[in-house]
């Protein structure tokens, strides 16, 4: 079984600043990982994912995050953020071993103060 | 060109009720998925089917019973309706597993 924490329930950041959402996870397996936004009343939108490769992913309007195997961490960063990035943001994860199911965290409110 | 679609947006309705939400994925995928997103936005895996076969049953009450007619669509429908089912519900869908792909939410409130 896997489990996904995230630290920050809520982050608040002014507009152009930098950002990191913190994502860490627990599995007794190899995962696949996950970011998905959520717009206020709006379904979730894949941002980026990491399956294999390259530890550094790139996503959406400009998002990237970082796999990190020995910390179990797949933190999610912006260089400069828009009011336009005020979501809620949820990392996930995945087993490589055939269940499908994604397992979510509790999801990171990100507000964008102008 | 809506990817994964699900009818009706709002549901509002009386508890004891019977109702249903319907999920359609025009992608080609193989498998598809309920989601429960509860009022503090925790979303927690309801049912998975893969080529119209049950995989995935997560500890959900019998009142819930997933239909899929064929590998587009996966319905959800609902018996006996309770106040705690008040909740938006996700239907998604992927080829392999992998990546998951969302709709856009059902937001279903039980008086």
């Known amino acids: 079984a896997q489990s996904v924490t995230q630290l920050d329930s809520q982050v608040p950041v002014f507009e152009e600043a930098p950002v990191e959402l913190r994502c860490n996870y627990s599995?007794?397996?190899?995962?696949?990982l996950f970011w998905y936004v959520q717009y206020p009343n709006q379904g979730l939108q894949l941002l980026l994912k990491?399956?294999?490769?390259?530890?550094l992913v790139k996503g959406i309007n400009g998002f990237e995050a970082e796999f990190n195997k020995s910390q179990t961490s797949f933190h999610l960063r912006k260089p400069s953020v828009h009011i336009s990035d005020t979501a809620e943001y949820f990392c996930?994860?995945?087993?490589?071993?055939?269940?499908?199911?994604?397992?979510f965290g509790t999801g990171t409110r990100l507000t964008i103060i102008p | 060109d809506t990817a994964v679609s699900q009818t009706p947006k709002y549901l509002v309705t009386q508890m004891g009720n019977d109702k249903s939400i319907k999920c359609e994925q025009n992608?080609?995928?193989?498998?598809m998925y309920w989601y429960k997103q509860d009022s503090k936005k925790f979303l927690k895996i309801m049912f998975s089917?893969?080529?119209?076969?049950?995989?995935i049953n997560e500890t959900v009450p019998n009142r819930f019973s997933p239909k899929s007619p064929d590998k587009a669509h996966l319905n959800l429908h609902i018996n006996s309706l309770e106040l705690g089912d008040s909740a938006v519900y996700f239907c998604a869908s992927s080829r392999g597993g992998r990546t998951q792909y969302f709709g856009p939410g059902t937001r279903l409130t039980v008086l």
């Open positions: 996930a994860v995945s087993d490589q071993s055939g269940n499908e199911k994604l397992t």
């Open positions: 992608l080609g995928h193989d498998t």
């Open positions: 990491y399956l294999s490769g390259s530890t």
């Open positions: 089917y893969n080529n119209k076969e049950l995989i």
């Open positions: 599995s007794s397996v190899s995962v696949y």
